[in-house]
């Protein structure tokens, strides 16, 4: 069998959107198959290593997808996409042979949480703990080590408070697997006196005006690939909750899934 993610998306037509698995062909080679689900969902969790199970592993983490091998598994990594898990490795099968296997289940994801009033009543919401409702997020902090005194420094300004906790939190990856969060802010349009805090795979990217100095006042600027600006006077975490969830929003994501994750990009073992 040659992988291709046209192969992929065979097999996983045909284990369908429930609970299910299939052996592999033994000759495959799993970590394949790893890499082109890594290239597509991002970096997964190790459930399984050497047969020993990571002991964190629960219903937030993908232990459904060990469900059907009880003991058996040898090695499984797992991936959350939207509603689903998807796992792979190998498995050792009824008569205790080596297999490489694909599994996917069920994933239990938070109902999003509803977007506020776009009021001034609502500067009180903490957007940030929204976001992790939004996205079902329940994995540890990523990056909470940032040095952000040095970053500021080399900047010449101060960062707003939300973004520095969404870096913190998420670490390198992009919402949906589709809007890239900056691990610092590009300088590329400073002199047109905007930092960029993100931006998507069709070249839209999400910036701040940075006037005043007051950083958690800046408004978010959307400078579109064929240069136009849309100004929004939120915050980052705010834009991104409503962008998620709002199909409304001129630039929403909600029209592409109905469930948000964050795809984490961190580096494999």
């Not at 992929?8 to 698995?21: E, F, H, T």
């Not at 799993?30 to 997964?44: E, H, K, V, W």
């Not at 969790?45 to 592993?57: A, E, H, K, M, Q």
């Not at 909750?241 to 580096?267: G, K, Q, S």
Request: glycine share 8%.
């Amino acid at each position: 069998m040659k992988l291709t993610q046209a192969t992929v998306n065979d097999l996983l037509a045909q284990l369908g959107p429930g609970d299910g698995y299939m052996y592999l062909p033994s000759a495959l080679d799993p970590q394949n198959l790893t890499d082109l689900l890594n290239s597509r969902y991002g970096a997964p969790r190790t459930l399984v290593l050497d047969g020993f199970t990571d002991p964190t592993v629960d219903d937030s983490r993908g232990a459904a997808l060990l469900v059907p091998f009880e003991d058996r598994a040898v090695k499984i990594r797992a991936w959350a996409y939207g509603d689903q898990w998807v796992g792979t490795g190998t498995v050792r099968d009824a008569e205790g042979v080596q297999r490489p296997v694909l599994v996917v289940a069920h994933r239990e994801v938070p109902k999003p949480l509803a977007i506020a009033p776009d009021k001034s009543e609502d500067e009180d919401v903490d957007w940030m703990e929204r976001l992790r409702g939004i996205t079902g997020w329940t994995q540890p902090a990523q990056r909470p080590d940032m040095d952000w005194a040095e970053v500021e420094s080399r900047l010449g300004t101060a960062l707003p408070s939300d973004y520095k906790r969404m870096v913190e939190t998420f670490g390198k990856g992009a919402f949906d697997g589709y809007l890239d969060l900056n691990q610092e802010p590009w300088t590329d349009l400073r002199e047109d006196g905007l930092l960029i805090w993100a931006g998507t795979e069709h070249e839209d990217l999400y910036c701040w005006r940075a006037d005043g100095d007051d950083p958690d006042r800046w408004p978010v600027v959307v400078r579109s690939f064929d240069g136009g600006d849309v100004s929004f006077d939120c915050q980052a975490a705010q834009f991104v909750c409503r962008i998620l969830v709002d199909p409304h929003h001129p630039f929403t994501m909600a029209r592409y899934f109905d469930t948000h994750w964050f795809m984490n990009h961190r580096e494999c073992g």
